[in-house]
């Protein structure tokens, strides 16, 4: 990754239900909490989480949330 990189949770419809920013690098992390923006717990069900770096590279990951 070059930079910074904004992590987006979306949800099955493409709207996004959480968000956070990692480290620059190779190693830039973020921990989702599984949680909405307010705080409110995510349905257990499938995400995918959408990770962009400064330089406008992306990938996405599919993931699936169980209680």
Known sequence: ASGAVQFDVLDARGRRVAAGRG?????????CRG???DGRPLPAGVYFV???????HSATE??????
């Open 35 to 37: 949680a909405h923006q």
């Open 62 to 67: 599919r993931v699936v949330l169980v209680p």
């Open 23 to 31: 480290g620059a690098g190779v190693e830039g992390r973020w921990l």
């Open 50 to 56: 959408r990770a962009r770096d400064d330089a406008g």
